[in-house]
C-alpha cells in the first residue's frame, strides 16, 4: 500500500515539475483539423477557450451555415454562407471569420427571407486582409453609413444589390485603393449626393440600376476620375445637367435607360470627352438642343428609341462626328432630313453602322429622299434592311393615292373609294408585332476605325435584329387619320421619287455636294428627285403661257 502511494506522489511531481519547462502563459493543443483550443494558464487555474471554424460549425443552432472551398482553419478562399437568424453586430460568430480563416478572397452573404440585418459587419470585413470580393444579398440596410464600407484594403468588388437600401450617407464608400467595382442594384436609393464615393482611385464600375432616384445632385461623381461605366437605368431620374457629369473624365459608357427624362439641354456631356456610348431611350424626352452633345467626339452609339421626339434640329449630332449606331425607332418623329444626319453620314456608308428609324410617324415627301441614295449606297446589308422597312404617310390627295385607286374623304370620317365603298378611318392601323428596341451594352468602340474586326462584329450582330424575316408592320393599306389628316401608311421604298409631294426644300440641297460617295449617280438621288419636280412644274408653266399666247 505504501509502495502504491509513493507511486502517485512520484508521478505527480513528474508532471508538476514538467509543466513548469513550458512558458508561463498560454499552451495551444490542436485538437483536430476544425477545432483550435487554446489553454490560458493563471495564477489560480487553466481556463479553456474554444475558437470556432467557421467552415465546419457544429453548433445545431448556430445563426450562421458557411460552405467553403476547404474547411481547414485558415484555408478556405471561397466562403459562401448563409445567415439563418438575426445576427447582432457585436455578436462574437463575426469574430469567428477573423480567428478560423483569415485567407478569405471571396465572401458572400445571404440574409434568409425574415431575418432582419440592418447593419454592414465592417470590422469583420476590414480585418480580412486577403479580401477581394463581398457580396451582401437581401439585408435590410436602410442605408449605407459613414465609412460603411472602407479601408478594406484589397477589396476589388462589392456587391450588395437587393439590400433594400434607400439612403447612402457622406463617405458610405471611401478609402479603398483597389477597388474597381461597386453594384447596387435593385435597392431603394432616392438621390445621389455628394462626397458619398471618396478616394476611390481606380473605380471602373459603378451600376445603380433599379432603384428609385429622383435627384442627382451636382458634383456627386466628382471624385470619380477613372470611372468608365455608369450605369443608372430603370430610376426616377427627370433632369440632367452638365453639373451631375462633372469629374467624370475617363467615362466611356453612359446608361440612363428608362428614366423620366424630358429634354437634354446645351453641353450636357461636355465633361465626358471620352463618352463613346450613350443609351437614354425609354424616357419622356420631347426636345434635344442643338448644341446638347457638344464636345463629344468620341461618341459611336446613341440610343434615343422610345422617346417623345417630334422634331430634331438641323445640326443636332455636329458635336458627335463620330456616332456610327443611332436608334430613333418609336419616336414622333414627322421628318428627318439630310440636314440632321450630314455631320454623320460618312459613317452611315461604313459596314459596321446602324440607323434604325422605324415606329416614327413620317410624312411620305421629297424630305426623305436622302434615305434611298444611303440605301442605295451602302455595303451595309443589315443597314438595308432596316431602310427597306420604313413607312411613312402619304396624304390622301395625293395622286399617287388617286392613281393606285385609293378614296378620298369624304368628309364626314369616312373614306370614299373608286368603287363607291365607304371604309371607317377612325380606326388606324395596329402593330402586328411589338417594338423591340436595340441593345448593345458591352460594345467596345474605341477600336473601330474604318474596318471591323472579327470581335466587334460578332459584338454588333448580337444585337442585330433581322428585319429580313420580319412580317410588316402596319397593314399599309389601311386609311389612318394622323394630325387630323387622312391618308395611307406606305412602304417608302415603294413610292416614286418624282412623285413624292415637296412642300419646302430643307436649308440646303440634301445630297449633291454634302454626302461623300464614290458612285455620285446614286448619292445624288434626292436631289434628281428635287430637280425632277422642278422641272415638271417648270413644263407646266410653260405649257399655260403657250396656251394663253393662242388666244391673244
Not at 149 to 166: D, L, P, V
Request: net charge negative; aromatic share 8%; hydrophobic share 35%.
Amino acid at each position: 500500500m505504501m509502495k502504491l502511494v509513493k507511486l502517485i506522489v512520484a508521478l505527480q511531481l513528474i508532471i508538476y515539475y514538467g509543466c513548469l519547462s513550458l512558458p508561463f502563459g498560454e499552451t495551444s493543443v490542436q485538437m483536430s483539423d476544425t477545432t483550435l483550443i487554446t489553454s490560458t494558464r493563471h495564477k489560480k487555474g487553466m481556463k479553456k477557450i474554444i475558437q470556432t471554424n467557421i467552415c465546419d460549425l457544429q453548433q445545431r443552432e448556430a445563426p450562421i451555415y458557411c460552405y467553403c472551398d476547404h474547411n481547414g482553419l485558415h484555408e478556405a478562399i471561397d466562403v459562401n454562407c448563409i445567415i439563418l437568424n438575426t445576427v447582432n453586430a457585436d455578436d462574437t460568430m463575426w469574430s469567428h471569420f477573423i480567428t478560423s480563416q483569415m485567407s478569405i478572397e471571396r465572401l458572400k452573404l445571404k440574409i434568409r427571407d425574415g431575418v432582419h440585418i440592418n447593419y454592414v459587419p465592417s470590422k469583420t470585413l476590414r480585418s480580412l486582409s486577403n479580401l477581394r470580393n463581398i457580396n451582401i444579398e437581401y439585408a435590410n440596410f436602410d442605408e449605407i453609413s459613414e465609412k460603411g464600407f472602407s479601408n478594406i484594403s484589397n477589396a476589388y468588388e462589392i456587391n450588395i444589390g437587393k439590400c433594400a437600401i434607400t439612403h447612402l450617407r457622406k463617405n458610405a464608400f471611401i478609402n479603398m485603393s483597389k477597388l474597381t467595382f461597386i453594384n447596387l442594384d435593385d435597392n431603394r436609393i432616392i438621390e445621389i449626393n455628394r462626397e458619398v464615393f471618396v478616394n476611390l482611385p481606380v473605380l471602373k464600375k459603378l451600376f445603380i440600376n433599379r432603384n428609385n432616384i429622383t435627384l442627382l445632385h451636382d458634383r456627386a461623381f466628382k471624385h470619380l476620375t477613372s470611372l468608365q461605366e455608369l450605369e443608372l437605368s430603370d430610376n426616377k431620374i427627370a433632369v440632367i445637367t452638365t453639373d451631375n457629369f462633372t469629374g467624370l473624365k475617363s467615362l466611356t459608357r453612359l446608361i440612363l435607360r428608362s428614366n423620366r427624362i424630358s429634354l437634354i439641354g446645351d453641353r450636357t456631356f461636355i465633361e465626358m470627352t471620352e463618352l463613346n456610348e450613350l443609351e437614354i431611350d425609354q424616357n419622356m424626352i420631347e426636345y434635344i438642343s442643338v448644341n446638347a452633345f457638344a464636345g463629344m467626339g468620341k461618341l459611336r452609339k446613341l440610343n434615343l428609341a422610345d422617346n417623345k421626339l417630334v422634331k430634331l434640329e438641323a445640326d443636332v449630332f455636329a458635336g458627335a462626328p463620330a456616332i456610327n449606331f443611332l436608334d430613333l425607332r418609336n419616336n414622333s418623329l414627322s421628318t428627318m432630313t439630310f440636314d440632321n444626319v450630314k455631320p454623320i453620314v460618312t459613317n452611315l456608308y461604313a459596314n459596321f453602322s446602324y440607323l434604325y428609324l422605324d415606329d416614327n410617324k413620317f410624312i411620305c415627301d421629297c424630305k426623305l429622299a436622302w434615305i434611298k441614295g444611303l440605301r442605295n449606297e451602302t455595303v451595309n446589308q443589315q443597314l438595308k434592311d432596316s431602310l427597306d422597312m420604313l413607312t411613312c404617310f402619304l396624304e390622301g390627295h395625293n395622286k399617287t393615292i388617286n392613281n393606285a385607286g385609293v378614296g378620298i374623304d369624304s368628309g364626314d370620317g369616312n373614306v370614299v373609294g373608286n368603287n363607291g365603298a365607304s371604309v371607317d378611318v377612325n380606326k388606324p392601323g395596329e402593330k402586328q408585332q411589338e417594338h423591340t428596341t436595340a441593345n448593345n451594352m458591352g460594345t467596345d468602340y474605341s477600336e473601330v476605325e474604318n474596318g471591323k474586326s472579327e470581335e466587334e462584329e460578332g459584338e454588333y450582330d448580337e444585337h442585330y435584329e433581322d428585319y429580313s424575316d420580319q412580317t410588316v408592320k402596319y397593314e399599309t393599306g389601311k386609311p389612318q387619320m394622323v394630325n387630323e389628316r387622312m391618308g395611307y401608311i406606305k412602304h417608302f421604298f415603294e413610292l416614286k421619287l418624282e412623285e413624292l409631294p415637296c412642300p419646302e426644300q430643307s436649308r440646303d440641297d440634301p445630297m449633291v455636294s454634302e454626302q461623300p460617295s464614290s458612285r455620285r449617280e446614286n448619292a445624288a438621288v434626292a436631289s434628281m428627285a428635287f430637280a425632277q419636280v422642278k422641272h415638271a412644274a417648270t413644263i407646266g408653266q410653260c405649257l399655260i403661257l403657250v396656251a394663253l399666247s393662242l388666244f391673244v
